[in-house]
């Protein structure tokens, strides 16, 4: 599985961003999904997480109420919608595909896009 995160930009505290995961390889649909995010200086943190039939989700208590992660199949994408973001949010963010289902775990992902950046002004 091959991915590649796009969205990012520079948007104002209390906008929005959708992110984008676009996926190849015919196994997509069976892997679990994740976004992670780095912030400058820190190391990588779960963001969200979605199983592989799209019925479970899990959140970081951070982004719980203010992002919502979502996936395509016939699209092979996964995408995370993000609102009131906040300037702590500021952080490169990456997709994982892996085959734990709602792991917060790094490890537990094998496959990572090249991160996207998410930049929040207050």
């Known amino acids: 599985v091959q991915l590649q995160a796009y969205g990012g930009g520079l948007v104002q505290a209390g906008g929005s961003l959708r992110l984008s995961c676009a996926a190849s390889?015919?196994?997509?649909?069976?892997?679990?999904m994740a976004w992670f995010y780095q912030a400058p200086g820190k190391e990588r943190e779960f963001v969200a997480a979605i199983s592989w039939s799209g019925d479970s989700t899990a959140y970081a208590d951070s982004v719980k109420g203010r992002f919502t992660i979502s996936r395509d199949k016939a699209k092979n994408s996964v995408y995370l919608q993000m609102n009131s973001l906040k300037p702590e949010d500021t952080a490169v963010y990456y997709c994982?595909?892996?085959?734990?289902?709602?792991?917060?775990?790094?490890?537990?992902?094998?496959?990572w896009g090249q991160g996207t950046l998410v930049t929040v002004s207050s």
């Open positions: 390889g015919r196994t997509f649909s069976s892997y679990h």
């Open positions: 994982a595909a892996g085959r734990f289902s709602l792991s917060r775990s790094i490890n537990s992902y094998g496959y």
